[in-house]
C-alpha cells in the first residue's frame, strides 16, 4: 500500500520519473474484484456490544492530532455528534484518498502464505491471515474476530514490517466498535504503509532490512 507518487517536479534529477515505464516503477493497481470493497462494518445479524454510553464533545481545533483529542485517550473515535471540527479531527474515521494499491512483485497484494510443513489442515485454516481477534466482547461474553478474507478496506492489504509505521487501533463509539490504521511515524508521498502483526507470523517477514538478512 502505498500514497500518492511524487508529482515529477519535485523529483530530483538524479532520480527515476515514477510516469516513466521504462524504469520499472510499481504502477497502481485496481482493487481486486475476489474482494468485496467495504467502508462500514458488516456485523452479523444478532450479535451487539456493550454500549460505551456518551462521552463529552472532543475540543480539537485546527489541525488537531489524534494523540491531542480527548476522546481518542478514552479509546472512543469521533462523530458528527462529540465532534467539535463535525468529524475532521484527526480521531474521526476516514479513508485517505491519496492511499493507492501496488502489487509489490514480492508479494503481491498484501497476501502471505499461510502454510507450514507438516502443518495440519484445521492450523492452515486458522492462519489465514485475514482475521484479528477484538477486545471487546459481545453483550453475551462471547469473543468477536474480523475477518477479511472476502471483504475489506485498502487497509486489507497493508504488509507487514518490523518496523512499521502504521498501527491497528480498536476504538468504539456507543455500541459501534472499528479497527482504526493511526500513523505512527511521518511517511513521504509514495512511501508503502505497513503494520507490524507481532510476533507470532507465519510467514517470511519481507520488510527490507529482513529481506536482506535472509537473501
Known amino acids: 500500500m502505498n500514497a500518492r507518487k511524487k508529482k515529477p517536479g519535485y523529483i530530483p534529477p538524479s532520480q527515476p520519473d515514477p510516469n516513466d515505464a521504462a524504469t520499472g516503477v510499481m504502477e497502481p493497481v485496481p482493487f481486486p474484484d475476489y474482494v468485496t470493497e467495504i467502508s462500514e462494518n458488516i456485523v452479523p445479524e444478532g450479535l451487539y456490544f456493550v454500549d460505551a454510553e456518551d462521552v463529552d464533545p472532543c475540543l480539537c481545533v485546527g489541525d488537531c492530532f489524534a494523540h491531542c483529542c480527548r476522546n481518542a485517550d478514552t479509546a472512543f473515535y469521533c462523530t458528527p455528534d462529540i465532534c467539535r471540527l463535525d468529524t475532521l479531527c484527526s480521531d474521526a474515521p476516514r479513508t485517505h484518498p491519496g492511499l493507492r494499491i501496488y ?43 474480523i475477518e477479511a478474507l472476502t471483504a475489506g478496506s485498502n487497509a486489507r492489504f497493508f504488509q507487514h514490517s518490523c518496523r512499521p509505521n502504521v498501527e491497528f487501533v480498536e476504538m ?25 502483526y507481532g510476533n507470532e507470523i507465519w510467514f517470511r517477514c519481507a520488510c527490507d532490512q529482513c529481506w536482506k538478512e535472509h537473501a
Do not use: H, W
Not at 118 to 124: D, H, I, L, V
Not at 182 to 194: F, H, K, L, W
Open 103 to 145: 502489487n509489490t512483485r514480492r508479494l503481491g497484494l498484501g497476501e502471505y502464505e499461510a502454510m507450514r510443513e507438516g502443518q495440519p489442515e484445521e492450523a492452515m485454516k486458522q492462519n489465514s491471515g485475514y482475521t484479528m481477534l477484538l477486545n471487546e466482547k459481545t453483550r453475551r461474553g462471547n469473543f468477536v474476530y
Open 172 to 196: 468504539q463509539n456507543r455500541v459501534q466498535v472499528k479497527v482504526l490504521c493511526r500513523m505512527i511515524s511521518t511517511v513521504d508521498a509514495g512511501a508503502q504503509i505497513t503494520v507490524s
